[in-house]
């Protein structure tokens, strides 16, 4: 009996222990909401890149990572900067391989831009975004590489690696928010 009256009298303080409880836990549960909204802001990315492939490498040794180009993709070198001459280019995004720097260096002093080097495994990021936005960016990779960042840019997987003779394809896309254009161009 003594339990009982003793419990009576504890219960409204159990009740609204409770009840606070499962208010703190609403307040928890908004302010996470709200953190999470934040982490990923709207983007309005407005930019234009230029995606290649190296030109012709040497193929003499086939162990060698990190042929140079040969005379024909010297020549093609010369014909991609012929072609971006009357193009706006505010940044260059090279591999660490010799042939994509070779691809693109007359280009780099034609604008006097400074390449950049990146990672195809890791490039497309929140800071690669940030770092290109608003800009018209050209991005020279590998067969394997180049369609893949594509599909990252646009959001789609819409391209497969390049065929191993292909050093012709330019890809351009164009990013204005929500809108996401991609044109695959063959440049002789
Ligand atoms: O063989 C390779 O290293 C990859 O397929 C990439 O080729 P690429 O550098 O000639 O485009």
Known sequence: MKHLILL??????FTF???????????????QKTETANEAPARN??????????AEKVRTDPKDQDPALNIDGLLRAKRWATYFEPIKIDAI???????TKQTVSL????KQ???TRYDPKTVYSEEFLNQTNNKTVLIAGHSNTIPQLVNQLIGE???????????????????NGNDKKVEAITVE
């Open 107 to 110: 280009i780099a002093q034609q």
């Open 17 to 31: 222990c409770g009840q606070q409880k499962d208010e703190k836990k609403e307040e928890t549960g908004d302010s």
């Open 157 to 175: 997987e819409k391209f497969k690696d390049m065929d191993d003779d292909d050093n012709s394809t330019l890809f351009k896309v164009t990013i």
């Open 93 to 99: 995004y090279v591999t660490k391989y010799i042939r």
């Open 45 to 54: 990315q407005k930019a234009t890149y230029y995606l290649l492939r190296h």
């Open 8 to 13: 009576l009298t504890l219960l409204p303080f």
């Open 113 to 115: 831009v400074s390449p």
